[in-house]
């Protein structure tokens, strides 16, 4: 395997890339001293273009193969990164843990960055490839559709990508196994809100005032048959409600309820039902018990969805990496949401799940990446490249 053995030479060396992105979270858009470093390594590196300011502080780099002449041109395949965090405050207790309050890398984007960074050192060394990359670092995949910004900016058309791809981590997923499946392979994401107001008064004389809460409760009572009794069994969907508000003390029946629930699924036509289901018995709802009712719904990232020749692509190459048993090609799919769905909307691609092993959950205030993971996936993206582009 001697694209893994090469990157293995530079672990150390990633592992103080991954470990410095670590201490230093950014959220959203605003991931400019993330965005500064990343620029600062790709300097050493040696790419052949850099350019910044891609959705505020997304960054695209070139790499040009060994016979790449720019008037000829030749294909491209891009190759993506999410680069922010997550408003928590960690409690892993590491020496490298967060610098800043309240932030921190819990969902391994610090090792995604470095699994790409690893695989542009050895492409830009080795150039074993035709064509162009392009390297591809997003921010805000956790808040604010980076990957929907960076597509609508542009990015596939001004760097003529023809393909793209990406990993996440998979924490308690056996170490450097990859996942992944042709068609969906993570679901759609809406979030709806709910405002509700009623008339308020006196708890002794509900009589007198128009209760929000009993309108709530059949509403969220009500929501709950929409996929048992709208959606067929086979085609999956979740809807959870996860915050309900109202009232200020017990002898008060409050002017004002709220709550929001988060709807998931896989395909556009159960998207689009439940959505209208979901406004049918607000709206109905509202009627019957004489409230006033104002539905925000978020119309969030749609389902990721693979293509199916280069899902199968992907699967070749991971096996080479770590072998035919450690790939699952076909998956079980599952109901978290990633905003690479908008690049695969505009681009044939793949996007795949690396095993790091045991430990903390991701989105949880101990969970740590694994350092050792990040030559895997640095070998996989750079195997990849020379698999897709050959040179003559």
Not at 283 to 312: C, F, K, L, M, S
Not at 359 to 375: T, V
């Amino acid at each position: 395997m001697p694209v893994l053995n090469r990157i293995a030479a530079y672990a150390e060396e990633m592992k103080g890339w991954r470990r410095h992105l670590h201490a230093n979270p950014e959220l959203s858009f605003d991931c400019f001293t993330t965005a500064a470093y990343i620029v600062d390594r790709l300097k050493e590196i040696g790419v052949d273009e850099i350019h910044p300011g891609i959705a505020k502080t997304g960054i695209v780099a070139i790499i040009n193969g060994q016979d790449y002449d720019a008037k000829v041109g030749g294909p491209t395949i891009g190759l993506r990164a999410d680069m922010d965090a997550l408003p928590i405050q960690e409690i892993t207790g590491a020496e490298y843990a967060s610098t800043i309050p309240g932030k921190m890398h819990a969902c391994g984007h610090d090792g995604h960055v470095t699994m790409l960074l690893g695989a542009a050192k050895y492409l830009a060394e080795t150039r074993r490839f035709k064509g162009r990359v392009a390297l591809i670092f997003q921010p805000a995949e956790e808040d604010g559709a980076g990957g929907m910004v960076m597509v609508n900016e542009g990015v596939m058309d001004r760097f003529a990508v023809e393909q793209v791809y990406g990993i996440h981590n998979a924490p308690n997923v056996p170490f450097g196994h990859f996942l992944t499946t042709p068609g969906a392979l993570m679901a759609s994401v809406d979030t709806a809100y709910v405002y509700l107001k009623g008339k308020g008064g006196h708890g002794a004389t509900p009589h007198d005032c128009v209760d929000p809460i009993v309108a709530l409760v059949g509403m969220i009572s009500a929501i709950q048959t929409i996929i048992p009794r709208n959606i067929y069994a086979l085609d999956e969907a979740v809807l959870s409600v996860t915050m309900v508000n109202s009232g200020t003390a017990s002898n008060i029946i409050p002017e004002e309820a709220m709550f929001a629930a988060t709807i998931r699924c896989f395909k556009p036509e159960v998207r689009a039902l439940l959505k209208k289901r979901f406004h049918e018995i607000v709206e109905g709802h509202a009627a019957a018990y004489g409230v006033q009712a104002r539905i925000d719904y978020d119309w969030g990232y749609p389902a990721t969805i693979n293509h199916a020749d280069q899902a199968a692509f992907a699967v070749e190459v991971a096996a080479e990496i770590v072998g035919e048993t450690s790939v699952e090609g076909n998956s079980v799919r599952e109901m978290g949401s990633e905003d690479f769905s908008y690049m695969l909307e505009a681009r044939k691609g793949a996007y795949l799940f690396m095993g790091t092993g045991p430990g903390a959950g991701l989105h949880h205030a101990a969970f740590d990446f694994n350092d050792e993971a990040a030559p895997i996936g640095a070998s996989f993206f750079a195997r990849l490249v020379e698999r897709a582009q050959p040179l003559n």
